[in-house]
């Protein structure tokens, strides 16, 4: 053991067996951002009454993320019957605007200034683990949930288990994200929020990894509250010692968590990437146990005469401007910690490295003979993989969660997480590629891309090209039919869009490759992508500028594909 100015490493044997993601990041984010949300209700036949609820964004501090809130202001299209406002005991002051018989749409838009900074330098912490004394407030932070059963005995059994042997409660915290990151891949629509679900499957969106956090982190006596707010698209790079990261939220909704530490206070942690703080892309708003308790903002509730049927149709946008951005982050990657992305800053803590093993084999290039044997297998059963779980031909901007009978009588629908995770792949300045690897010899046939059109005109085609053995698109193999953008149907989410190679006998051995879209004229498309690497490794997707010689630049997530052929022994 040794006190060093680093992360923890993880105790456990299992970890040792991933490739290493940690990075210690250092530097800040410091943003002024004029924010605006608009909402647009127009409510359904024979409704009697119509309530919107809203919480109001407060100015937060803590030792690595700060939000400052000036010049709050709301305005509505048609004004209320009524208005209130009301603390709830969680300290979020709420807001309800009533509406009687409303006849006609109803527009409500909040706009404010955000301050917001991250600072990332050294911390010291000495809090003990388990804690010793916890305060009244932060005491209430360490009760189970529906969604956050700290009290189950699974729960209970594994939290225990992770935290075996900690001495303080960094350390303590730190063992449990790293099991959050690496147990869990991100699905945007899953059927269930609850962290049972997300242990018990290992899938989930933001709200499951706050969950599943919350509720280990509870069970051995952490107090730990769910934030929810919004975060903004604007990207951000993180320079690397051999290159670029390039970290992006989508545009909506999001579920995050503060764990309380003495000597601390407060501190933000992103279950699915950053411990310790979270990006100044962040807009905090509301606090709870959990997203049962955290359902107050954007909550709408009505009644309708007897008889009535339908719902309020629904349609909400963000929009923002940043009237100043200064962005200066580096980072770098440590041999030892969670098989997934990490980022934290430096933490002077009981310190055990864990060895990391060798990233995964290039593609080999193939030999004479190796072609010679590749012809000779019988190319008969059929082949699909690749990350394919994104939610098809959804409408983003009227998506809400279900209609629902409240306690009170009145039906009610909440606000979700269903955020729109896509790239702008088509613009004149970069070229995006994604890895794929193939541990069967395959005949390929298709690779389909989870794209949407928004217009334009011209082509598109997508190129396969081997690794250059450093985790990067290299020498060109073979390119797909071109394809107009005429042929691409118009939908109001995503779909699948096939780019055909079955005119080509490509044949590709085992190992790792690229596919890399290419485009001529003005076409207008996005790229659905999910969070973190769900199916491929941390560096599997990239990008370069014009002004780039190599692919040196990467990115945090995954794009969405599916690569279709016929396989044999």
């Known amino acids: 053991m040794k006190k060093l100015v680093a992360a923890l490493g993880v105790l456990f044997s299992w970890i040792a067996t991933g490739l290493a993601e940690d990075y210690l990041i250092n530097g800040g984010q410091y943003s002024q951002i004029t924010y605006e949300m608009v909402q647009k209700v127009a409510p359904a036949p024979g409704t009697q009454k119509l309530v919107l609820s809203y919480v109001l964004p407060e100015s937060f501090s803590s030792p690595t993320y700060r939000q400052s809130i000036s010049a709050f202001r709301m305005d509505f299209s048609v004004p209320p019957s009524t208005q209130d406002e009301k603390v709830d005991e969680r300290g979020n002051k709420i807001v309800r605007a009533i509406w009687n018989k409303p006849q006609s749409l109803v527009t409500s838009t909040l706009r404010f200034t955000a301050g917001n900074s991250t600072e990332l330098k050294p911390l010291r912490t000495s809090a003990p683990f388990p804690l010793v004394q916890i305060g009244r407030v932060e005491e209430a932070y360490l009760k189970s949930t529906g969604q956050a059963p700290s009290d189950n005995e699974e729960i209970a059994r594994l939290s225990a288990q992770l935290t075996a042997g900690s001495k303080t409660e960094f350390d303590a915290v730190k063992r449990i994200l790293t ?40 069970a051995v006596g952490i107090p730990c509250r769910i934030v929810n707010g919004v975060t903004l698209k604007e990207p951000y790079d993180v320079e690397l010692t051999n290159g670029t990261l390039t970290l992006r939220m989508a545009q909506g909704r999001h579920s995050w968590i503060e764990v309380w530490f003495p ?98 084999p290039p593609a080999p290039k193939p030999r004479l003979t190796e072609q010679k044997i590749m012809r000779r297998i019988a190319y008969s059963q059929p082949f699909s993989q690749g990350n394919t779980e994104f939610p098809q031909n959804t409408d983003f901007l009227s998506a809400r969660g279900p209609a629902r009978l409240a306690e009170s009588g009145e039906m009610e629908m909440r606000k979700n997480f269903m955020v729109e995770t896509a790239e702008y792949v088509t613009t004149q300045g970069n070229q995006y590629a994604q890895t794929f690897i193939l541990e069967k010899p395959l005949k390929l046939t298709r690779i389909g891309l989870a794209l949407h059109k928004f217009g334009g005109s011209g082509q598109l085609w997508l190129e396969i090209l081997r690794d250059d053995g450093e985790g990067k698109p290299g020498e060109y193999i073979a390119t797909s039919r071109y394809l107009a953008l005429e042929e691409i149907k118009y939908a109001p989410g995503y779909d699948w869009v ?51 010689e190599t692919w040196s630049r990467s990115l945090a997530y995954e794009f969405n594909y599916r690569i279709i052929g016929l396989t044999g022994e």
């Open 179 to 218: 099991y959050v990151v690496d147990h869990l891949h991100y699905v945007l629509a899953p059927p269930s929020y609850d962290a049972l679900y997300s242990l018990r499957t290992g899938k989930g969106n933001c709200q499951n990894y706050s969950h599943l956090s919350a509720a280990l982190m509870r």
């Open 498 to 548: 096939d780019f055909d190679f079955g005119a080509d006998e490509l044949l590709l051995p085992p190992g790792r490759y690229w596919m890399a879209l290419g485009f001529t004229g003005s076409p207008i498309i996005n790229w659905f992508f999910s969070y973190g690497k769900p199916v491929g490794p941390e560096d599997g997707t990239r990008y370069k500028t014009l002004f780039d």
């Open 263 to 360: 000597d601390l206070g407060w501190v933000p942690f992103d279950p699915q990437q950053t411990a310790l703080y979270v990006s100044n892309r962040f807009i905090r708003i509301e606090i709870g146990l959990d997203n049962e308790e955290t359902c107050n903002d954007g909550l709408i509730r009505w009644s309708q005469v007897q008889g009535a049927e339908g719902n309020p149709q629904f349609e909400e946008t963000i929009n923002y401007v940043l009237a100043s951005d200064r962005v200066n982050l580096r980072a770098e990657k440590q041999n030892y910690g969670p098989q997934k992305l990490l980022f934290f800053p430096a933490v002077e803590a009981a310190f055990i490295p864990v060895a990391a093993r060798s990233s995964l």
